[in-house]
């Protein structure tokens, strides 16, 4: 079983950054794709992006150019760099991880974090 353990969710102003770090158990960490999602009061659960155990990337348009996920295998810990923040992207932002092929479902991802918030003000 793998435990995800996120860190570093807080309140800053639009235009503002913000860096998430989700620190997981287990040796094999690198076996896993790293995602991460977000839910806003009211609104369904949503994609940001992942990344893969060989470093590939992918996102949601979005945050396409204004997020970078990165992962640090020796660590067991994988980020999400916000930049350009805007107030739309306040939510609860959680990591998962997957065994299987990447996908945009929160049903792809096994294991999950508490979530942190993330509030962006105008």
């Known amino acids: 079983q793998v435990q995800l353990v996120e860190s570093g969710g807080g309140l800053v102003q639009a235009g503002g950054s913000l860096r998430l770090s989700c620190a997981a158990s287990?040796?094999?960490?690198?076996?896993?794709?790293m995602g991460w999602f977000r839910q806003a009061l009211g609104k369904e659960r949503e994609f940001v992006g992942d990344i893969s155990g060989n470093y590939g990337t992918y996102y949601a348009d979005s945050v396409k150019g204004r997020f970078t996920i990165s992962r640090d295998n020796a660590k067991n810990t994988v980020y999400l760099l916000m930049n350009s923040l805007k107030p739309e992207d306040t939510a609860v932002y959680y990591c998962a991880a997957r065994l299987g092929v990447l996908a945009m479902d929160w049903d792809a991802y096994s294991y999950w974090g508490q979530g942190t918030q993330v509030t962006v003000s105008s």
């Open positions: 287990g040796r094999t960490f690198s076996n896993y794709g």
